[in-house]
C-alpha cells in the first residue's frame, strides 16, 4: 500500500523549491552525495529537499546556494517560499499569541501551551507522515510558544478542556500519567487556569473543534478555528462576540479550577496508574 499523501499545505512550494535545487544541482553535473559533500550535510537531506520532503531552513538555502555557486538564487527561492500565505500564518498566529494580554480556549486535547515535551513529541510523530516537516524544529517551536507562558508579562491563560483529552491516550501510559500531572502543576500557576468539561457536564463536543480568542493590550481581539491543515481566523467584532459568549457559556458550565484538579488525579489514578513495569511515578 502506498505511503499517505502529505497534506502540508506549503507542499507545493517546498516541493517547488526542492525541483528548482535538483536543476542547478544536475546543471552542474553533481550528485546528491556530491552537493551534500560540499554543503556540510548529508546525502540523505539533499535528496528530501529535492523531493520536497523536508522543508530547508535559510541555513540550508545559504549553505546550497553557496556551494553550488549560484549567487543568491536559492535564497531568493526560499524567500519567495516563506513569503507565502501559510507561512505569513503561522506568524500571524505566534504574533497574536506572544502579544495576547489573555488568551481563552476551547480544546478537545492538552492545549499546546500546556503540553509537556513528551506529550508534543508523541503527537507530532503521529501526524509527521501527514504533514510533514522536521520533528525538532516543531518540538522547538512548540517549546517557544510554551516559554511565553513563563514571561514576567505572561498573557492570562484560561482553558476549557473536554474530558475526552483526559482519556485520549497519546504514545502510552506513561506519557499521559505525565501530562496531566504536569496539567495539574500547571493549572496552580499564576495566570492560568484549567476547567474541565465533564463527559456528564452536557459538554464539549466535536462541533465546537478547537476555539482560541487572543486579546491584545489594544485594539479588537482575535478568534481563531483550528483545521485540519490550517484554520481561520475571526475579526468581525461582532463574530468574535459571539466566539466569546460560546466560550463564556462553556466556561460557566465547566467544573471550577479546583474540582478539574480533582478529577483530572482521578483520572490519574484510576486509568494511568504505577502499575505498567517500568513506569517511573512521581
Not at 74 to 85: K, Q
Not at 88 to 103: C, D, G, M, N, P
Not at 173 to 187: E, F, H, N, T, Y
Not at 224 to 253: C, K, M, S
Amino acid at each position: 500500500m502506498p505511503a499517505p499523501k502529505r497534506l502540508d499545505p506549503a507542499g507545493s512550494r517546498v516541493a517547488k523549491f526542492g525541483a528548482f535545487l535538483r536543476e542547478l544541482r544536475e546543471a552542474k553535473g553533481w550528485s546528491q552525495a556530491k552537493l551534500g559533500s560540499e554543503a556540510a550535510m548529508s546525502n540523505s537531506l539533499v535528496s528530501k529537499i529535492e523531493t520536497g520532503d523536508y522543508v530547508p531552513t535559510m541555513d540550508h538555502a545559504v549553505a546550497l546556494d553557496r556551494a553550488l555557486g549560484v549567487k543568491g538564487r536559492l535564497i531568493d527561492a526560499l524567500d519567495r517560499m516563506n513569503d507565502s500565505p501559510d507561512a505569513k500564518w503561522v506568524q500571524k498566529y505566534f504574533k497574536l499569541e506572544s502579544t495576547a494580554i489573555k488568551i481563552r480556549q476551547l480544546s478537545g486535547l492538552i492545549p499546546a501551551l500546556l503540553q509537556n515535551d513528551e506529550y508534543t513529541r508523541a503527537i507530532l510523530e503521529r501526524n509527521l507522515p501527514l504533514y510533514g516537516g522536521d520533528l525538532e524544529e516543531k518540538i522547538a517551536y512548540r517549546r517557544r510558544r510554551r516559554a511565553i507562558l513563563l514571561r514576567p508579562d505572561a498573557p492570562g491563560f484560561s482553558v476549557v478542556v473536554g474530558e475526552g483529552a483526559l482519556h485520549t491516550v497519546i504514545s502510552d501510559a506513561g506519557v499521559m500519567r505525565r501530562q496531566l500531572l504536569d496539567l495539574i502543576d500547571a493549572s496552580v500557576r499564576p495566570g492560568v487556569e484549567v476547567r474541565v468539561m465533564p463527559f456528564d457536564g452536557g459538554g464539549y463536543t466535536n462541533e465546537v473543534g478547537n476555539l482560541i480568542i487572543f486579546d491584545p493590550k489594544k485594539g479588537q481581539s482575535t478568534a481563531y478555528r483550528a483545521g485540519g491543515v490550517g484554520g481561520l481566523f475571526i475579526t468581525n467584532p461582532a463574530h468574535v462576540a459571539e466566539y466569546a459568549a460560546l466560550y463564556d457559556q462553556f466556561h460557566a458550565d465547566a467544573l471550577d479550577a479546583e474540582a478539574s484538579r480533582m478529577l483530572i488525579r482521578k483520572v490519574v489514578e484510576e486509568k494511568y496508574p504505577c502499575v505498567p513495569p517500568g513506569l517511573t511515578c512521581p
